[in-house]
């Protein structure tokens, strides 16, 4: 049963749509993936159950597709990184996605408005693998154009 609001009506949704504590939990997540349930409820103003039950049907939605650990590399491993314009001629584009979307060179995916569809940020051994990946980026059905830009220097400093 979800949770009571101030009026006695709940706000639990079933249909697939998120509401607001959805959404603040998916940012507290996105800020430290590692909040336990008890702090969770606790900004949340939740009960551990009902922040639990919450976790689970955005997982079982693919709200939530996974966690992952963010490692620093030394600098002399990270190799190269580009920036890649993706341009499709499928719609809808996501199962054109889905066949690259666990690609471990590809760090960051940013569906956008406009031309291009998509930007990827990436990060390969050097210039050669730069060129195989967008080789094999391009040989996707669906995949019309793909554009590459190297990083040549990150951050502001």
Same mark, same amino acid.
């Given at each position: 049963m979800g949770?009571m609001?101030?009026?006695? #009506?709940s706000?639990?949704r079933?249909d697939g749509?998120?509401?607001a504590?959805?959404e603040?939990?998916?940012?507290?997540l996105?800020?430290?993936?590692?909040?336990t349930? /008890?702090?969770l409820s606790?900004?949340?103003s939740?009960s551990?159950t009902? @922040?639990?039950?919450?976790?689970?049907r955005?997982?079982?939605?693919?709200?939530?597709?996974?966690y992952r650990a @963010?490692? #620093?590399r030394?600098?002399?491993?990270?190799?190269?990184?580009a920036?890649?314009?993706l341009?499709? /001629?499928?719609?809808p584009?996501?199962? @054109?996605?889905?066949?690259?979307?666990r690609?471990?060179?590809i760090?960051?995916?940013y569906?956008? /408005?406009?031309?291009?569809?998509?930007y990827m940020?990436?990060?390969?051994?050097d210039g050669q #693998?730069?060129?195989?990946?967008v080789?094999?980026?391009?040989?996707?059905p669906g995949v019309?154009?793909?554009?590459?830009?190297?990083v040549?220097k990150?951050?502001?400093?």
């Amino acid at each position: 049963m979800g949770e009571m609001t101030e009026s006695g #009506a709940s706000n639990r949704r079933n249909d697939g749509v998120r509401d607001a504590l959805d959404e603040r939990l998916l940012a507290l997540l996105g800020e430290n993936a590692r909040l336990t349930l /008890t702090a969770l409820s606790q900004k949340l103003s939740l009960s551990r159950t009902a @922040v639990q039950g919450r976790i689970a049907r955005l997982e079982r939605d693919g709200v939530i597709q996974g966690y992952r650990a @963010v490692v #620093a590399r030394p600098a002399e491993e990270i190799g190269v990184g580009a920036v890649l314009a993706l341009t499709f /001629t499928q719609r809808p584009c996501a199962p @054109v996605v889905e066949q690259f979307r666990r690609w471990p060179e590809i760090a960051d995916y940013y569906s956008v /408005t406009g031309a291009p569809d998509a930007y990827m940020i990436v990060r390969v051994a050097d210039g050669q #693998a730069l060129s195989k990946l967008v080789d094999r980026l391009s040989a996707i059905p669906g995949v019309g154009k793909v554009q590459s830009a190297m990083v040549l220097k990150s951050g502001f400093g």
